[in-house]
């Protein structure tokens, strides 16, 4: 039988107050996690938290910057003293605060998108994985992006970012596989949320987006989660160090 059961795991979400983390959450949610939603502010993550329990599943919310080591590792600690396990971490939450070319970025947009992105993510995963393996392993998702295999124009930092989040992925898969921790990355295409606001919006942009998407238009958040759902279950207890692409059809 394949199992897409996530009864009796507590799962981890960066990013879930909003887009694709929230889909993530709400997915998770749907097939048993307690799904433990982080972001910097919590009025967005308690939203999603009534919309998880309304639903007549299982929530709570834990504030991280992902920029900021220190409250990183307390929140593992957190997550240890409260829950005493970790099956499941989804590293999501991402930034992009500078649109433009490379030659003219600031050191502040380097370590910003870097910091948030990979460094954050990079680190989470090595508290996190003590916790997980305690508890017999587990599986974690890096959401990367397909610019971090064809950078986009105007998106150098956060293609490199996502580049490395792909590396790192495979990095991982390998260092944690001996503790029974699968750790997998997911690279979303165009997908409707607060940071591809801009990119929608623009006219000339959409267009140039649409003649590299033979799907014709950009995802929903929820056409991520299941992809999430199905790295983070039973059923892909074989698939480790490797990507799954949602973005259809761009990298094709
Ligand atoms: N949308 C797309 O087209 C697209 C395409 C490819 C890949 N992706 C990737 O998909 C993931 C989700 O993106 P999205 O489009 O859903 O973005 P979004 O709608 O802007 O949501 C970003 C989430 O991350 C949180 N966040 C931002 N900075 C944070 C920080 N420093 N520490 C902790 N949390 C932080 C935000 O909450 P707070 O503001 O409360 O912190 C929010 O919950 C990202 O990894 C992104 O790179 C998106």
């Keep these: 039988m394949i199992s897409f059961s996530l009864e009796n795991k507590v799962a981890l979400i960066t990013g879930a107050s909003r887009g694709i983390g929230e889909a993530i959450a709400l997915a998770l949610a749907q097939y048993g996690a307690t799904c433990l939603l982080v972001s910097r502010k919590t009025d967005g993550l308690a939203a999603v938290q009534t919309k998880i329990r309304a639903a007549g599943g299982k929530a709570d919310v834990l504030a991280c910057h992902m920029g900021d080591l220190s409250r990183i590792e307390r929140l593992i600690d957190q997550v240890q003293s409260d829950y005493g396990r970790l099956d499941i971490l989804v590293n999501n939450a991402a930034t992009n605060p ?3 070319l490379m030659t003219d970025a600031s050191e502040a947009a380097w ?3 870097v910091g948030v992105n990979l460094k954050g993510p990079f680190f989470l995963i090595g508290h996190a994985a003590g916790l997980m393996a305690a508890g017999g392993g587990g599986s974690i998702v890096n959401v990367a992006s397909i610019n971090g295999v064809t950078p986009a124009l105007y998106q150098g930092i956060y293609s490199i970012s996502k580049a490395g989040v792909i590396a790192m992925t495979k990095a991982y898969a390998k260092e ?7 750790v997998n990355a997911l690279l979303p295409g165009l997908t409707a ?15 140039h ?7 014709k238009r950009h995802a929903e958040p929820m056409e991520m989660a299941g992809a999430v759902l199905y790295l983070v279950s039973d059923a892909a207890s074989f698939t480790t160090g490797t990507a799954v692409v949602c973005d259809g059809g761009a990298l094709a």
């Design 98 to 100: 500078y649109f433009g």
């Design 193 to 207: 949320t607060k940071l591809s606001q801009a990119l929608i919006d623009s006219d000339e942009i959409y267009q």
């Design 209 to 215: 987006a649409m003649s590299r998407i033979p799907l």
């Design 176 to 182: 944690l596989a001996e503790k029974n921790i699968r």
């Design 111 to 113: 370590d910003k998108t």
